[in-house]
């Protein structure tokens, strides 16, 4: 997989951990149960692509490209999502794994995070305006001067968002889950 254009393709099964890929572009392309752990993506374009069962542990995308990327069941750790490509960057991840991930500074409306663990990742800083964490677990995830605006946190757990840190106009929170906006104030609160 080098120095092309690859549009419309499936690739199962590809083991490509600690590899780099160089000049490729990959344009409506399906990956199924790869492995692309310690590979290095910098400078690839991942147009309309969706990945599923794969493993993206610390995989480095400094200047990549992705564009309406779909992640499904993948194992995604430590990956630095700021360092990728700001034009036309959407994602969505639906049943992944995603730990100690970092989206700082990143402008990410409308995306949609579905069922999916999301523990210590960091989106300090992140515009998250229409945002969806549908049953999600975001234990230790860090909110920070982050834009949750109509973002809808209704079904998610384990939240820390301090009102006072974050711009939270219009967002969306079930009631049982006002108790992660009032974390800072060492509250013990009874049923």
Known sequence: M????????????????????????????????????????????????????????LTILKYAGLKDVHFKDCKIVGVDFSACNDFLFAVQFTDCSLDYATFHSRKMKNTRFTNSI????????????????????????????????KADFSSAINFDINPERNRIKKTIFSSNGLIGLLTKYDLVIKD
């Not at 160089?22 to 309309?48: G, R």
């Not at 999301?118 to 999600?136: H, M, P, R």
């Open 2 to 57: 080098s120095n092309k254009l690859h549009e419309g393709k499936t690739f199962h099964k590809v083991n490509y951990a600690n590899k780099q890929l160089v000049n490729n572009e990959f344009s409506n392309c399906y990956f199924v149960d790869c492995d692309f752990s310690k590979s290095n993506f910098s400078q690839i374009d991942f147009v309309d692509c969706e990945f599923e069962s794969c493993n993206f542990s």
């Open 118 to 149: 999301i523990k210590e990742v960091d989106f300090s800083e992140a515009d998250l305006t229409q945002a969806v964490f549908q049953n999600c677990d975001l234990t230790r995830s860090i909110f920070d001067r982050s834009i949750l605006d």
